[in-house]
């Protein structure tokens, strides 16, 4: 299994920027692909990015595409997100998971909260 844990969310003013983080445990992370999904008060669940193990291939939903960016330190067992130009749009609490076959994991999740 993996356990996996959120940090970096906060409040931010709209423009401004933040650096999400996920570290994992339990299991190698370099063996999972890895993503971040997000969700906002009233909403569905809305996935954010996605990368492959090696990061060769990432993905970004239209509404953040340009200004997140998905990585991960698979030495460190870590993944992160770097968001700018942050909106109020993005509100929301942002998980980060992991994905390999039917296994699947993800965290609690971080809240991030962008003022208008």
């Known amino acids: 299994q993996v356990q996996l844990v959120e940090s970096g969310g906060g409040l931010v003013q709209s423009g401004g920027s933040l650096r999400l983080s996920c570290a994992a445990s339990?299991?190698?992370?370099?063996?999972?692909?890895v993503g971040w999904f997000r969700q906002a008060p009233g909403k569905e669940r809305e996935g954010v990015s996605c990368?492959?193990?090696?990061?060769?291939?990432?993905n970004y939903a239209d509404s953040v595409k340009g200004r997140f960016t998905i990585s991960r330190n698979n030495a460190k067992n870590m993944e992160y997100l770097q968001m700018n130009s942050l909106k109020p749009a993005d509100t929301g609490v942002y998980s980060c998971?992991?994905?390999?076959?039917?296994?699947?994991?993800w965290g609690r999740g971080t809240q991030v909260t962008v003022s208008s």
């Open positions: 998971y992991a994905l390999r076959g039917p296994s699947f994991y």
């Open positions: 339990g299991s190698s992370l370099d063996r999972y692909a």
């Open positions: 990368a492959t193990t090696r990061s060769d291939v990432t």
